[in-house]
C-alpha cells in the first residue's frame, strides 16, 4: 500500500473509530461529524475509501468501468431520504460536499439528510465552514489549515447547544508525514509545530491526534 493511499485510510479509519467512542460516551448515536479536508482530491478520495469499507453494501449503487475495475457510488439522496431504518451494524453514512459535488439542489439534499439525522458524517471541501448551523454535528475533523476569520468561523460549526452538550470538540490535523517516521501537528489558532511519533501497524500509518473540547 504507497503512502497516498495509506495517509487517507489511516485518516478515514480514526475519524470513524473516534466518532463511534464518541457516541458510546455520551451515549448518543445522533452525535454527528464533519471532516474539513485539505483538497478537492482528498475529500473524493476518503468519500470513495468510505463507501468500501465503512457503507452498508444495500445503500450503494456501484459499475464497473471501461477495464472492470469497481466504481463505488452511494445511491442517491431521494433514496437515501425514504429510508426507513438506519443502515446495519457496524456500518455508517456519509455525504461528500464539495464546491462541485453534484448540483446545488442535490448538495441541499444531502446537507438536510445530515440535519435529518440520517448521515452520520460530512467530509467537505471549501464548504459548510460558515454560515452552518446544525446542533448535532459535535465534532469536527480538521485536515487543513485554517487561519484568521476562516478560523472562527470554522470552529464555532460544533458550538451549538445540543440536548444536554454545550459545546462540540475538534480534532485538529496533522501537518505533515517525513520519512524519518515523524508526524508534526499544528494547532488550532497556534504557529507552534508539536512533533508527534507515528505508530505503524504493517503498511498502515495510524497515528494519535489531540482532541480539544471547544465553546
Excluded at 452498508?56 to 472492470?68: F, M, S, V
Excluded at 475495475?69 to 451494524?89: D, F, L, N, Q
Excluded at 470538540?169 to 507515528?198: M, R, S, T, W
Aim: proline share 4%; net charge neutral; aromatic share 12%.
Amino acid at each position: 500500500l504507497s503512502l497516498h493511499d495509506a495517509l487517507p485510510i489511516s485518516l478515514l479509519d480514526y475519524v470513524i473509530n473516534d466518532l463511534q467512542q464518541f457516541r458510546v460516551k455520551n451515549e448518543d448515536n445522533t452525535l454527528g461529524g464533519m471532516v474539513v479536508c485539505n483538497s478537492k482530491e482528498q475529500a473524493q478520495m476518503m468519500y470513495r475509501l468510505f463507501l468500501e469499507k465503512y457503507a452498508d453494501e444495500t445503500e450503494l449503487d456501484n459499475e464497473k468501468d471501461e477495464d472492470g475495475a469497481m466504481v463505488y457510488r452511494s445511491i442517491s439522496a431521494g433514496e437515501m431520504e425514504i429510508k426507513k431504518t438506519p443502515c446495519r451494524k457496524g456500518c455508517y453514512r456519509a455525504a461528500l460536499i464539495t464546491y462541485d459535488s453534484f448540483d446545488k439542489e442535490t448538495r441541499a439534499k444531502w446537507i438536510e439528510l445530515f440535519k435529518d439525522g440520517k448521515i452520520d458524517l460530512l467530509i467537505v471541501f471549501q464548504m459548510l465552514q460558515t454560515g452552518f448551523d446544525e446542533p448535532r454535528l459535535k465534532k469536527l475533523y480538521l485536515h487543513r489549515m485554517v487561519k484568521e476569520h476562516n478560523l472562527l468561523q470554522t470552529l464555532t460549526r460544533v458550538n451549538r447547544p445540543y440536548k444536554e452538550m454545550k459545546y462540540g470538540y475538534v480534532v485538529e490535523k496533522p501537518l505533515y508525514f517525513d520519512p524519518f517516521g515523524q508526524i508534526e501537528f499544528a494547532p488550532v489558532g497556534h504557529n507552534i509545530i508539536a512533533p508527534c511519533k507515528v505508530l505503524v501497524q504493517g503498511s498502515i500509518l495510524f497515528y494519535p491526534f489531540r482532541d480539544s473540547g471547544f465553546s
